[in-house]
């Protein structure tokens, strides 16, 4: 029997957990895996690549790629070399390397807050002329047992409309720009786009889709993290058109760019942007889940069955599980193997 073919889709730390779930499930499942990753990030270290290098923001990439990385100790190892972060240089240091750059009166130090993988990564992009076979070539690195893709061979802006982003006029509705504004925007976001409008999807993460067996959404941040996928038009064509069962995970609390939605809006939301989009299971923490006959509803309305289980950390932080979202992952990947 051939494996099952799962596509998730995300970014940050939402999809990295959904990808060590399902590094858990391997045991006893036969996957294949893909990542296909969000390019709006706008923060930070990808921030700052994007704005002085262009090409795709590299840390979603970087987290997923991790997140199936081999367990081989020298793949470890790289694993870790990609998610080490410079710090700031002592004084003397960065004092020392500017005098001898010839900057006079000390210099920033430009690789504090960088991730050493998003470094990686964008050399790599740079010298292989193409995002895939640069994230091809770092999961070879990594030994990573899945392949990780992004949605668009282009980067994208995310802007949202927010009702009350400004807490002085809380009835007042104005744009937010930038994945990391509206991920903080105070307010609740009352539409969503994409610039360009209609980004070109890449066409290995389209033919992932179209030949997957499951296609999983969430966890993770819904309008920065989950819905920009929807909003791709060759994307979204070929998450309808896919023969693939589809899977949505719910997040386990509201984030700040989700105050107010319930669960049952976060699932209301998918068919807003993909009206066409069937579901056949979603799957919520049985604790985090609240009234479960709302949510069970919301699910029906998508064509899809409610399955509860308990896949949070057991210390009280909202946080996923990745090997007890695993256990409840394989029964539902599993059935009619």
Same mark, same amino acid.
């Given at each position: ?28 499942? @036969?996957?294949?895996?893909? =990542? ?23 840390? @979603? +990439? ?24 410079? =710090? ?11 005098? !001898? ?17 998003? /470094?990686? +990564?964008?050399?790599?992009?740079? #010298? ?6 640069? /994230? ?8 990573? $047992? ?35 504004? $509206? ?8 539409? #969503?786009? #994409? ?39 060759? +994307? ?22 989700? +105050? ?9 939301? /998918? ?24 949510v069970e509803r919301a699910a029906e309305s998508l064509g899809a069955r409610l399955? !509860?289980?308990?896949?949070? $950390? ?24």
């Amino acid at each position: 029997m051939s494996p099952a073919r799962v596509v998730a889709f995300g970014g940050g730390h939402g999809l990295s957990a959904s990808l060590r779930a399902l590094r858990h499930c391997v045991p006893e499942l @036969d996957l294949d895996i893909t =990542a296909v990753v969000t390019v709006g990030d706008d923060g930070g270290s990808s921030g700052r690549l994007r704005a002085e290098r262009g090409g795709l923001p590299p840390g @979603d +990439l970087r987290q997923a790629l991790v997140a199936l990385a081999g367990d081989h100790p020298a793949t470890r190892a790289s694993a870790g070399l990609f998610q080490h972060r410079f =710090a700031v240089a002592a004084p003397g240091v960065a004092a020392s390397a500017a005098g !001898l750059a010839g900057v006079g009166g000390g210099a920033a130090d430009s690789l504090a807050g960088h991730a050493v993988g998003n /470094l990686v +990564l964008c050399g790599l992009m740079e #010298l292989l002329g193409d995002p895939v076979a640069a /994230l091809d070539h770092a999961g070879a690195m990594l030994g990573a $047992v899945g392949r990780v893709l992004p949605m668009s061979r282009q980067p994208v802006d995310i802007e949202a409309r927010v009702r009350g982003a400004d807490p002085d006029r809380p009835d007042e509705v104005r744009t937010v720009r930038g994945q990391h504004q $509206v991920a903080v925007a105070a307010g609740r976001v009352e539409s #969503l786009r #994409l610039t360009p409008a209609a980004p070109t999807a890449c066409a290995e993460a389209v033919a992932a889709v179209r030949e997957a067996d499951w296609l999983i959404f969430g966890p993770g941040s819904w309008y920065t993290s989950v819905l920009p996928h929807l909003l791709v038009p060759g +994307l979204a064509d070929a998450i309808i058109s896919s023969p693939a069962r589809r899977l949505v995970t719910l997040n386990l609390v509201a984030e700040k760019e989700t +105050l107010g939605l319930s669960l049952p809006d976060h699932l209301d939301t /998918l068919r807003r942007y993909l009206p066409e989009l069937k579901v056949d299971m979603v799957l919520a923490d049985s604790t985090a889940v609240g009234d479960p006959e709302a949510v069970e509803r919301a699910a029906e309305s998508l064509g899809a069955r409610l399955v !509860l289980a308990p896949v949070a $950390v057991t210390d009280g932080t909202p946080r996923h599980d990745p090997a007890a979202l695993g256990a409840a992952l394989v029964p539902v990947l599993g059935a009619d193997r």
